[in-house]
Each structure stands twice: as C-alpha cells, then as structure tokens.
C-alpha cells in the first residue's frame, strides 16, 4: 500500500511570492491534515480537511489556506511567503474513526 | 488550552539501558494519544497508540507507554534500547473530534554503541 505522498519534496522561494503544496493521501483516506515543523515552534497544526471540507483550523494567519478535492487529494496554499514561512510542510492521512495519522515525507520550503 | 509537554529534550544512553521519556498532556475532555518516531531522515512513524481501555499499550519495536489519568501522563518506555532507537520521539494528543494533533517538543535521544 502506498503512503502518503508529497510533492514537491523541496521548493526554494522568495518573500512575496506564493507557493501550493500537494498531498494525497493513503488510498481509501478521506481525512487530510497538514503541519508546519519548524526548530523553534517543533510541530503545529495548521489544517484538517474531511470530504472537501475544513473540519479543524490551527491558529495560522489567512495567508494560509488550503482545499480538498473529490479525490482527497489536497493541496496548502502560502501567499504572501515570509522569511518565517521556511519549515518542514507535512501531511498526514487517516482512515475515520479511531485511527491514527500517517505522515508523509514533507516538503521542505525555503524562503530567501 | 490543549498542549503537551515533553520534559526530556535530548537523552543520551548507552545501548542496553532502560528508557523512559516523560510525556504530560492538559486536554480537556476525552483524550487520546500517542508517541511518534522520527528516524534521522525519515518521516514519522506510529509507535503507538492510547484510545481507551488498558492504559499500558504496547507499540513496535518493543516499545510501550502507560496512560495514567490521575497524572496526565503518557510516558514512553522501553527495558533495553538498541543504537537503532536513536531519533527524535513525538508525544501527541488529540481530542474526539476530528484530527487536529498537540504535538510536544520532541526529545532527542541519542544512543551510544
């Protein structure tokens, strides 16, 4: 079984730009989160997505959306790209109910 | 708030040594958690996992954790690491509702051949 992939696995940006991050999901998972892993903060949450819908938010400025399509891939989106935006973007997938995350490789994103 | 505190951020043992990582959550409402792996490199990994029911759960690679309600804690143990344990171990809680994970900061434990 596939795990959860995410592309692209490294992006170099600069501030005021925009950058999307794809994710999808183990096969047969509907519900999607993604992450933001820095040094200094560690692990945050930033969004969960379940059947094209945003079920939970984190406590992220509005420069950080997100969707999911039919398919439950999902896609994060970070306009206005800052210095602090560099970190580590994870997705995660689980089955619904009483299961836990599983976590892809997580696109690295760089902002110069 | 929901937040989890990990105490130990870097541990360094010998292999053979017995491990203990603390773990306390403030969650209110039913909790359910969980300790992750993350191996130099890799993405993280499910060690396992507390829902309900016998509050010592017993992970991978020999791994175990005891849910203990009147302290809010989920510690991490294990009798004897291996220099393959060396990674950076993730508490996590989340609520009932949905999947939005409180991670704690992480301990990096480093083991010594």
């Known amino acids: 079984k596939a795990g959860v992939t995410q592309t692209p696995r490294y992006l170099i940006k600069t501030r005021g730009q925009q950058v999307t991050l794809s994710c999808s999901p183990i096969s047969g998972h509907r519900s999607v989160s993604w992450y933001q892993q820095t040094p200094g903060q560690g692990l945050q949450f930033l969004f969960e997505y379940f059947s094209e819908t945003q079920r939970n938010k984190g406590n992220f400025p509005g420069r950080f959306s997100g969707r999911q399509f039919s398919n439950s891939r999902s896609e994060m989106n970070v306009s206005t790209l800052e210095l602090g935006d560099s970190a580590l973007y994870l997705c995660?997938?689980?089955?619904?109910?009483?299961?836990?995350?599983?976590f892809g490789d997580g696109t690295r994103l760089s902002i110069l | 708030a929901q937040s989890v505190s990990q105490h130990n951020h870097h541990v360094i043992l010998s292999e053979a040594a017995s491990l203990e990582l603390g773990c306390n959550y403030s969650y209110g409402g039913t909790v359910n958690l969980f300790w992750y792996v993350q191996y130099p490199g890799q993405h993280l990994q499910l060690l396992l996992k507390?829902?309900?029911?016998?509050?010592l759960v017993k992970g991978i690679k020999g791994f175990e954790a005891e849910f203990i309600k009147s302290k809010f804690s989920f510690n991490l143990r294990k009798p004897s690491v291996q220099w393959s344990d060396t990674a950076e171990y993730f508490c996590?809680?989340?609520?009932?509702?949905?999947?939005?994970?409180?991670f704690g900061g992480g301990t990096r434990l480093m083991v010594k051949p």
């Open positions: 507390y829902f309900s029911g016998d509050p």
């Open positions: 996590a809680a989340k609520g009932n509702a949905g999947n939005m994970l409180t």
């Open positions: 995660a997938s689980s089955l619904e109910g009483y299961q836990p995350q599983h």
